[in-house]
């Protein structure tokens, strides 16, 4: 689901600057700040959703996520939760973007070990049975990428990184 979120918000974002003019969003890598930041305030949503609820992941789903090396896991999944807020908003305010694509970056390979721990221990999510590995390992790389290649990190031509409008200047 977090997948299908990420590419049609990414599509609604750039079809908006295509179809509709809106300059913000006439460039690819803008459009996929913005999707990746709707993804994260839809998943970071589930972070704070109490256990009682059952029609979408909750907290209790992610806390059982959690490796058992870590320690406070319920602690540590309301802070994962804030960092992909915080995260989210960096992705849309173009000054912010790098430092927020990067930081963003090094938290899904931060939670990777609870994906796989997932994955590995049959944790159900949602009351759906756990996702298998060969899925969840090439999801985070994707978010991972989007992230960096929204930042302006990587994609770039010739080394050069690109501003944070999305654009390059003229030479």
Known sequence: MTV???????????????????????????SAAHGLACMLVMTA????????VTFMPNHADLVA????FVPFPALVVYLTGVLELA????????ATRRA???CLAA?????????????????AFAGE??????QRIPEQVLYIGVALWAAGVMGTRAGRTAP???????R
């Open 4 to 30: 299908i979120v990420l590419v049609v918000a990414t599509l609604a974002f750039r079809l908006s600057g295509a179809v509709f003019g809106l300059a913000r969003f006439a460039a690819w890598r803008v």
């Open 45 to 52: 949503s589930a972070h704070f959703v109490p256990s009682d």
């Open 65 to 68: 996520m959690v490796p058992p």
């Open 87 to 94: 995260g989210a908003v960096g992705l849309v305010i173009p």
């Open 100 to 102: 927020a694509g990067v």
């Open 107 to 123: 938290l899904f390979v931060l939670m990777l070990p609870a994906n796989i721990h997932s994955a590995l221990a049959g944790v």
């Open 129 to 134: 049975a756990a996702s298998p590995l060969w």
């Open 164 to 170: 944070a409008s999305g654009a390059f200047p003229a």
